[in-house]
């Protein structure tokens, strides 16, 4: 059995039911790895624990962030756990990521908030006005949000949902679309006459692609991480509970909830005036 039969069977027996992102990392990182082994004279069955440090010691030479060198060892760490080389894994000496509590996220002031959504309901295509709900207002990430079915939306006059299948951690949430975002929404399906599958198209038809979200929302030079940290943000100063808010956001961990607290450069600034 080679590399890449070795990596395919540890995805189809180990990650089966993961959402599509987490299987795309984990494909990269192991084959990334497998190449390192290829140099240095061995495979994905014959190493051993200092070919794993040599390979981080290489990925730290290379000037890698510690959080990238850990987010490719884990993948390393999760095939050896399945592949009965845990004896691989143990008392590694890994570099510390810098704590994401030590800097605000970047979230939107009211006033940016009001001007995209002001701009992008002129438009005549109402498509990117409803992205921009949906982000805003529903916290999705952008992977998820291009990942939406029609199906995945269910309205009514008075309320209505989303239900993210193919979310980061892989579980399944609904979230509640508000009365801004189900108007959004119910404007831009009205315009759709195809019967294509995909919530969001591009211009060409088909189902739109993150870099396309990500362009888009560049021409109001913002972009998909600071509607959801807006998001986010919005409900931590409402003073939801952590659970309510892990809920409606995905996020697996309380200490990523709990940066949204910290105050951003302008508040601070903000703080000290007369």
Known sequence: ????????????????????????????????????????????????????????????????????????IAAVKAYSKYAGKAETVEALRMTKPQKATNKAPEWLPVTKVNEVLRLTDRKKNKRDHAIVCILLYAGL????????????????ERKGDVIVRKSKNGQERIVPLNSDTRKALADYLAQRTDEHEALFLSSLGKRLSVRSVQSMLNEYEINPHQLRHTFVKRLVDKGHSFALIQSLSGHSSADMIAWYSQPSDDERRAAIEL
Do not use: C
């Open 1 to 72: 059995m080679n590399n890449v039969e070795r990596i395919e069977r540890f995805i189809d027996e180990a990650l089966a039911g993961k959402a599509d992102n987490t299987i795309k990392a984990y494909r990269y990182s192991l084959t990334k790895f497998a190449e390192y082994l290829d140099g240095s004279g061995t495979d994905l069955e014959g190493y051993g624990r200092v070919d794993v440090q040599q390979y981080i010691a290489s990925m730290q030479l290379a000037k890698r962030s510690a959080s990238g060198v850990n987010r490719e």
């Open 141 to 156: 990430r952008v992977s998820e949000l291009v990942a939406l079915d029609k199906a995945d939306i269910t309205m009514s």
